[in-house]
Every structure is written in structure tokens, then in C-alpha cells.
């Protein structure tokens, strides 16, 4: 059974950075994309990363150049580096996973079967 957990959120000031963890099991590399997702009070889920099974990688404009998604495989984990974070990119952060196979938006959540239990960011002085 596919699981992920994230970790590494935490209080940060507006400006800083924070790179985000997310520990994937039970699954192959080559047969899922992951991405990167967020939802803050009151807001849809947003998209925000992908990484397809053959390492290519995919941003929404609204966070092009400020966020990175990497992968390691040994040690079975997808980063996401965030800089210059901002006010409004305090939200619950989330990694999620789909087969490869699957054709369709990569930033709609709806497009996901795997989720992590999330971790929260706040950029606050």
C-alpha cells in the first residue's frame, strides 16, 4: 500500500524558506508522479509541484521560480523548496500520488488517489 508522509513545516518569517518532506513507501518510482498540494482555511485545494514518474517536472505560474520540487530515490523522498515565502502561503501542505498512467490535470486534487496526513506552514514576523 502506497503511503506518504510529510514533515519539515513549521513557523517561518515572510522572505525565509522552508523545504518540505514528503516519505513515500510502497510504491515504484517509475510508475506514480507526485505532487505537491496546499489548502488554506476556506480555500480549494491548490496545486502546486509535480514530478512525473520519469523525473519532468511541472509548476502553476503562480509559484514558478519561488518553488522546487526534487526527489531522491534512495532515500525514497519528494522535497519541495520553498523561497521568498509570503503571508499568503500559510496553508496545510500536502503530497499526493497518482499512476503514472493517468492522463489529466496535474494540478487538480481530484486527480490524486494517494494523500499524506499533511504539515502545516505559516509565514508570520
Known amino acids: 500500500q502506497l503511503q506518504l508522509v510529510e514533515s519539515g513545516g513549521g513557523l517561518v518569517q515572510p522572505g525565509g524558506s522552508l523545504r518540505l518532506s514528503c516519505a513515500v513507501s510502497?510504491?515504484?518510482?517509475?510508475?506514480?508522479?507526485i505532487a505537491w498540494f496546499r489548502q488554506a482555511p476556506g480555500k480549494e485545494r491548490e496545486g502546486l509541484s509535480c514530478?512525473?514518474?520519469?523525473?519532468?517536472?511541472n509548476y502553476p505560474n503562480s509559484v514558478r521560480g519561488r518553488f522546487t520540487i526534487s526527489r531522491d530515490k534512495a532515500k525514497n523522498t519528494v522535497y519541495l523548496q520553498m523561497n521568498s515565502l509570503k503571508r499568503e502561503d500559510t496553508a496545510v501542505y500536502y503530497c499526493a500520488a497518482r499512476p503514472a498512467v493517468r492522463v489529466g490535470p496535474r494540478f487538480e486534487w481530484n486527480w490524486y488517489d494517494y494523500w499524506g496526513q499533511g504539515t502545516q506552514v505559516t509565514v508570520s514576523s
Open positions: 514530478i512525473e514518474a520519469d523525473g519532468t517536472t
Open positions: 510502497g510504491f515504484t518510482w517509475d510508475d506514480y508522479d
